[in-house]
């Protein structure tokens, strides 16, 4: 089966066109730094041709609400376009669990997947969207966002984080079938405090930065308490944080 991965040079989009292939799928790989523009346009019809499903993987620079906002906005559009012109016959749109949760709507990538979301649902291609708890590395990552002087500002989420590579592998599977709608969020086996994860996860990597526990940041009080786990049905993954943790050892 032929199938694109849009966002196939990121975090999930690279390791969803490695399982596919892995399974024996033709892939199609779409980013920027392949030569097509989701936002643009440049190159997508070109990459499309004869593509049977398309997963969406993106993930935008970071910028502000609005921004975020109209850079995915067009890339979904233009996706969902340009797929329509070549016979796509499966849309599958990673997302985000919870964040309908969220009051006040969060914060800016947060807009920028209800926009997704929102076309997707409305577009002409059949669609699953696939909401995802926050990934094991995500405590790096927020750490990445705020450290300044070896302190980093990181907010006591309480989170069931799922493993990167277990969330390319339901994607993979997910994009050989039939549209399923909006599919039951994914998840990790066990909950965790989002500090912890990332005090173990630099410890793990070697680094020493100093840890500040605040709700001032890109998650306010209003992602407190259960907001981000997974909703009742959730699909379950199988690694553990833990598990994960042992493969990131310095």
């Known amino acids: 089966m032929r199938i694109a991965v849009a966002g196939a040079t990121g975090n999930i989009g690279a390791r969803t066109a490695a399982a596919l292939e892995r399974d024996g799928h033709e892939v199609v790989r779409i980013s920027r730094a392949l030569g097509v523009d989701l936002v643009t346009g440049e190159g997508l019809d070109t990459a499309l041709a004869g593509v049977a499903a398309v997963v969406d993987a993106i993930s935008p620079p970071v910028l502000d609400h609005d921004e975020t906002v109209a850079y995915l906005g067009a890339a979904t559009r233009n996706l969902l376009a340009a797929g329509e012109r070549a016979g796509v016959r499966h849309q599958v749109l990673l997302s985000i669990a919870g964040m309908d949760r969220i009051g006040g709507g969060g914060n800016a990538h947060y807009a920028g997947k209800r926009e997704q979301e929102r076309l997707v649902a409305a577009g002409p291609l059949p669609w699953t969207i696939v909401p995802a708890t926050q990934f094991h590395d995500f ?34 599977e997910l994009a050989t079938g039939d549209a399923q709608g909006r599919y039951p969020d994914i998840a990790g086996p066990g909950t965790e405090d989002l500090v912890d994860m990332a005090r173990r996860t630099l410890a793990a990597r070697g680094r020493t930065v100093k840890l500040r526990p605040t709700w001032n940041g890109p998650f306010g009080l209003a992602a407190a308490g259960n907001v981000l786990l997974p909703g009742e049905g959730a699909r379950i993954a199988p690694t553990t944080f833990d598990e994960w943790l042992e493969g990131q050892q310095a």
């Open 139 to 172: 405590a790096e990552l927020v750490v990445s966002w705020t450290e300044h002087d070896g302190a980093a500002l990181v907010p006591p989420l309480l989170v069931q984080s799922i493993a990167p590579d277990d969330v390319a592998a339901i994607l993979a």
